[in-house]
Each structure stands twice: as structure tokens, then as C-alpha cells.
């Protein structure tokens, strides 16, 4: 590829772009932190990347101006909820904008937590420090140095690809 085919301005649709993207199927978590005022914030993330092993260091991409993205910003900390194959309601509700979502699943914050911990939903959460962040276009990627890891099932997946939601391994009724 020559340096000038990098530089040309894209002339993919962001439908187009969905599209490719939905064939590349991800986990599903969803990113919660907790607001200056105290409240919880939440939102469905199926762009999470592991960065480095030492130190610990993972990326999640959020919505530019998302209420969540804010509450990541200004706390300086976030939880990154994995969710099991049996949470796709949750998943789904994260990220419908449901101002009352988080009274609609059980979750806990302890003092120790960097969001909001989804304790029916999730197999695995990871409670993060912002270490990095960056603008692209209309999402930012926060960089997050691992300060717990916390195992709450067994790691039976929820993926998301083609625009749906599926277990891994498939089970029977998927």
C-alpha cells in the first residue's frame, strides 16, 4: 500500500462501514462509571481490545458526548462488564438509552469499584484507571490500566456479530 492510498478520504458510507464491521464478531460488556454527582452511568461496548499484559492495560471506544463517556472522564476510572451468554436483555438495554436502566438490573458499586459492577449480568469485570484517552472522529478511546479483576461465573460468553446477539459456544436454542 503507497503512503497516498492511506491519505485518501474515505469513501465508504458509515452503512457500509456497519455492515463490514457486523462481520466481525465481538464480546459484548458494558462500560459503567460513576458520575460526579454519584450516579451511574452505562453503556452496551462490544469495542474492547487488550493493549499490553505489563502493565495490565485494556481500551474501550465510546460515544463521543455520551453520558457515560463524561462519567469515565471525570471520575478518571471505569468497570468494563463482560457479559454472559444469558444477559442479552441487558445487553440490549444498555444500549437502548433507558434513563432508568440501572433500576431495572441488580448491580453493586463497593468502594473499591471504578463503575458500577453488574452482578447478575456479568462473568467478569475489570475495574480500571484512565491512563490515556483519544479523540477519532465520533467516538473516543479510553485506555484503562486493570486494578481488579473480579470472576463472578463461568466465562460462557455473550458475542455480538451480523447485527446479532449469540451465545458462545452456541447452545441449542440459540
Known sequence: M????????????????????????????????????GAPRGMTCSSVCSVSLDPPVLLVCLRYESPTLDAVLRSGAFAVN?????????AELFASGNPHRFKLVPWECDKEAAGP?????AHTVTDCEVVLTQ?????VTVYGEARRVI?????????????QFHAWPPRPED
Open 2 to 37: 503507497t503512503d497516498s492510498a492511506i491519505r485518501t478520504p474515505a469513501a465508504v458510507s458509515p452503512d457500509e462501514f456497519r455492515t463490514l464491521m457486523s462481520g466481525f464478531p465481538t464480546g459484548v460488556s458494558v462500560v459503567t462509571a460513576t458520575d460526579p454527582e
Open 82 to 90: 463482560l457479559l454472559h451468554a444469558g444477559a442479552r436483555e441487558s
Open 117 to 121: 459492577h453488574l452482578v447478575a449480568d
Open 135 to 139: 479523540r477519532m472522529g465520533d467516538h
Open 151 to 163: 470472576r463472578r461465573a463461568e466465562p460462557w460468553p455473550l458475542l455480538y456479530g451480523l447485527r
